[in-house]
């Protein structure tokens, strides 16, 4: 059957799809993409379902080879990643045409955590409880619930129809201005904490400490809570940004649990959780107060506009060639990440 | 309703409905009524709601409803009397031997009890299943005795293993799989609550009772090689 064969893979590499819904009751998180507008745009450059699985890459990077008996239509974009096709620099974010045997590779770049590679057709991994996502913590979803790492392989669809034209994914939404604070709905539990500890809150800066699929840890000034940070555990989604003993944010990601006890001074716009996600630790981050009207208005603008540009992929008159860029070294990355268990 | 909850935002594509603040059976029968009601009602835009102790989450589409039109829409919700299955009362193994019973000398300190007393008053007690979440098969309990309220860590603690029997904040829990965690692990059962297999996917049901019955390490070996080999390490109470 046709697939992709990963050749080495840092840590982090997951399978993704529009996340595992229905389950949040009985503990188990959606998953989904970290940076929803890469993967989404990944998806739609190759004419795709907005939610079909495709690989989440983290900083580790990941190289593949395609095995299949025809040419295979893959995109990608997100997180200023490099990518190469056989050595070559191809760019952040394109959609290619790779003919079996081909070897594509994705090297961290400047900026950004999170790249999306998309296959025509969607990734065909099992489903487990609705969904492909990989929820890694919980052991569900992806390639046996786990990481991917070096010799697994990743099945498509069996026929996906005469291969799309190379193209650059230019996108305007995947280039946000990097200063713009990220919007914040008050609550639920905002009374746990005093006039001025949420003043504050809005107007520091705050700086990414930790991250993984689960948290972001920021540093800056503690905030202070006004009755103690105990409370009944209650419901929680993404974005929330939860504050503990600590009076440090912990900003609640793809993979967060689903309830929580401790008090939730707001959520993350959904608008602005994939830029978040993008930030490495060491970034900094303001944060400005909004409505959740504003907010759900934010969140239909960007989809709108991604779903409805028709023309975000620019034919590839021709192959870029840069001479003295070193062809990707697959030992350095790949050696690391394929030590993690699943 | 006789008491109106409070509708709180919890972003752009969530709600919360809270009901209360603390650990109360009749609180609790509130929100499950109230998640009854909700699915009965079959809003278009809701994806799912997830209930707690003391409220209940609902998770929708922002692209069909806004957080103003699921309120109004919420306040006229019918609150139809259901006949509700009786709750059954589980016998859970559990062993609070070492390794198992990895903070028991730290919570033992804490409280100024001794060990075999946390362990009395723990194994001692009937608990009533509020809400599942945090994690896959996880079972959140009411009902832990009062000498045993000890507050949430400041900061979580390192993953607890798979059946670890946590305390924090007044609460009482199963957590069935390896998760870093803000409570404090007093033992564990060889129980497996959460198989996606089954639909719905965990054991117990959300009302249902629970006691532990305590067992040794060789005994808590012997019923997770069951367990895993798919036999219920539960059974109900005769």
Redesign the interface.
Known sequence: MAHLRILGAGPGATIQDGGR?????????PAGPMDWVAFRTANLALGNAADAAAVEIGPGGLELIVEADAPVSLAFCGGGFAWFRGGQLVGAAARLCLAPGEILAARPGVAGIFTYLAVAGGLRTPI??GSRATYA??G?GGLNGGLLRAGDDLPLEASTGPCADDAMIVAPWLRPDPDAALRV????QDDYFDPGARDLFFSAPFRVVAGDRMAYRLDGPPVAHSRG????????????IQI???KKPLVLMADH??????P?L?????ADIGRLAQLRPGRACRFAEVG??T??RA??RL?DEIATTTNFCRPLRRQVALAGVATPDRTAWSAAGNRHPR | MPTAPRF???????L?V?FG???DAALNDKVHAFDRALAQAAIPGI???????????I?FD??VL???ALIARLRRLEMAPEAVAPARHWLIPACYEPPHAEDLAEVSAALNLAPERVVALHAGATYRIY????????V?LGGLPPELAI??????RPPVPQGALLI??G?ALIA????PT?WYNLGATPALL?D?RRM???AVDLGDRISFVPVDGATFATLRQAAADGAPAIRQKA
């Open positions: 819904f229905g389950y949040r009751r009985y503990g188990v998180t487990e409880l913590r919980a569900m709905v008050l609550g639920p940070y105990n409370i009944v555990s209650d419901g929680v989604a993404l974005g929330a503990a003993g600590d649990p689903p309830t929580g006890g401790y939730k707001g959520h993350v716009a959904r959740a009207e907010a759900r969140l239909q989809e | 709180l935002p919890a972003g752009e594509s969530a919360v809270e603040a603390a650990i994806i799912e709601a997830v209930p707690t102790y003391r409220s209940l989450m998770h922002p692209r806004a957080t103003d809400m599942f979440g945090f994690a896959p098969g996880y959140f507050s949430r860590r400041p900061k979580p924090a904040g609460q069935n799989r390896p998760m803000g959460f996606p719905p996917p965990v």
